[in-house]
């Protein structure tokens, strides 16, 4: 008989999630004197406190994917996710210290209006442009690759529901309180529901290792599983050898948080240059003591399991090591704390695109940072809610392929955006028309590079995709601004 009190602990995490996250933005009619203009919610006044815009960093990096998959890495590779932390720390650091001045002085609403600055409106257009269909792109997939396992884990607690009914859920309750709330209620939410799969990922970690005996943790020293780095792994290739984690994660982490406008909203929310700084540096420790923690549940399973390889434990795939501990191993109530963490992962990074899409379509798109009203804020965050569910279905024929896709979207964008960004601040004689075509090449180069490789074959390690879209940004840029025009 199936205990009806996993589903009732997953539909209360959600209405209070709710709930609370519109309550805190102001948006409930005894609260709403909060919600002071149209921009309010797409800014949040400049008014959020660091450590709630630092945990919702967080939540905005990480998905359900996430929580499902480090585990099933780390089963079979250790904690090699904890080296790719080094690597985002530093180039956070950098993000903080030369680019988030640049849009605080500015009193910016959007990352893309320093190149309207620097460059022209065309540039900034193409960059706002360009993060709007791959943020498409990469949320839609994501989003439909998130309700595979978690439909099989409402299905065990007792929720049958079709991987349609379970997007058109989750993405109509987010778009609910984004659109209501705003900026306010996604950052809250997002703290919430970092808390949540981050306690829940802690005390799968202590269970586990709790009932491990001194047989199975004597495996540890040895494995080479606490290792941070796969030190003999090849450099061009491997996402956790040493360089690649630090210097390629570095690079990443500057493209995707210092001119992705998903990451830079929430940092120009915060109350000063100094909270945003402190919110942007501090989200590298978080993320990197949930990727440690999350690495530990997958080691520890490891040592239960004495080293056995997937296969042998009936698993076609490290994804499904996680879910099936939490449906088989965890007690009732327990397990349904988890399936609402799982859930929450999605949502949370679902809002933060929303808001950034519809932040970015009146800053960078239409030109204003002050919607007319609310209605119309309402109406084009839904239109975006629209797009990512016919888009996530557009994709559902063929899951494997996508998931792939999805994954290598930012490989393509981001080194053209951190180019452009690097172009304006290092390089005084690049011409608007200069960066536009450095940028167009850019993109379009990157796509035929990463199309061009074969699934299963050898191919470039992820971090190296954004220094190596950087590289041919500035191959043609620099030539060509002598050419197309004077600065």
């Not at 994501?142 to 978690?150: D, G, M, W, Y």
């Not at 975006?384 to 393509?412: M, N, P, R």
């Not at 990463?450 to 043609?476: E, R």
């Amino acid at each position: 008989m199936i205990s009806l009190l996993d589903p009732a602990v997953i539909i209360l995490w959600l209405a209070a999630l709710t709930a609370g996250s519109l309550a805190l933005s102001g948006a409930l009619p005894w609260k709403r004197s909060k919600v002071r203009s149209p921009e309010d919610l797409l800014d949040a006044h400049r008014s959020l406190p660091a450590w709630a815009i630092c945990l919702s960093i967080v939540a905005t990096e990480t998905s359900t994917l996430t929580v499902i998959s480090v585990p099933g890495i780390a089963y079979t590779q250790g904690m090699v996710f904890v080296g790719l932390g080094g690597g985002y720390l530093l180039g956070r650091i950098i993000v903080a210290r030369y680019l988030l001045p640049l849009y605080m002085r500015g009193d910016l609403a959007s990352a893309y209006q320093y190149l309207a600055l620097r460059f022209g409106r065309r540039m900034q257009r193409l960059a706002a442009v360009t993060f709007l269909v791959t943020r498409l792109l990469a949320e839609a997939v994501r989003l439909f690759a998130s309700t595979l396992p978690i439909c099989a884990l409402l299905a065990a607690r007792g929720m049958s529901l079709s991987p349609f009914a379970v997007l058109l859920g989750l993405t109509g309750l987010t778009a609910l309180y984004t659109a209501i709330g705003g900026l306010r209620a996604v950052v809250w939410s997002d703290a919430a529901q970092f808390l949540l799969y981050s306690f829940g990922a802690a005390l799968c970690a202590f269970l586990l290792w709790r009932h491990l005996t001194p047989e199975q943790m004597a495996l540890l020293p040895g494995s080479g599983h606490l290792l941070p780095f796969a030190f003999h792994a090849p450099v061009l290739t491997s996402p956790y050898a040493p360089l690649t984690a630090l210097l390629g994660g570095a690079v990443l982490a500057m493209a995707s948080h210092g001119t992705d406008q998903l990451m830079v909203q929430r940092a120009l929310a915060a109350r000063s240059l100094r909270d945003a700084q402190r919110a942007m540096i501090g989200s590298a420790f978080v993320v990197t003591m949930l990727f440690a923690l999350l690495s530990l549940v997958g080691i520890f399973l490891w040592a239960r399991h004495g080293g056995l390889p997937l296969p042998a434990l009936g698993l076609s795939s490290p994804d499904e090591l996680f879910p099936r501990f939490i449906v088989n191993d965890l007690p009732t109530g327990l397990s349904g704390l988890l399936v609402a963490a799982i859930i929450s992962a999605t949502m949370g990074s679902l809002s933060s695109a929303l808001n950034a899409m519809t932040g970015s379509t009146f800053a960078d798109l239409i030109g204003t940072a002050r919607p007319a009203s609310r209605a119309v804020t309402w109406s084009v965050t839904g239109f975006w809610a629209l797009a990512l569910i016919a888009t996530a279905c557009a994709f559902s024929a063929s899951a494997q392929s996508v998931l792939l896709f999805g994954f290598q979207i930012a490989g393509y964008s981001y080194g053209a955006l951190l180019g452009a960004f690097l172009l304006g601040l290092l390089c005084r004689r690049v011409t608007e028309n200069g960066a536009i075509v450095a940028f167009t090449v850019t993109v379009l180069g990157m796509a035929a590079l990463i199309a061009g490789v074969h699934p299963g074959g050898t191919s470039i390690a992820f971090p190296w995709l954004v220094p190596l879209g950087v590289c041919v940004t500035f191959l043609v840029g620099l030539p060509l601004s002598r050419v197309v025009g004077r600065p």
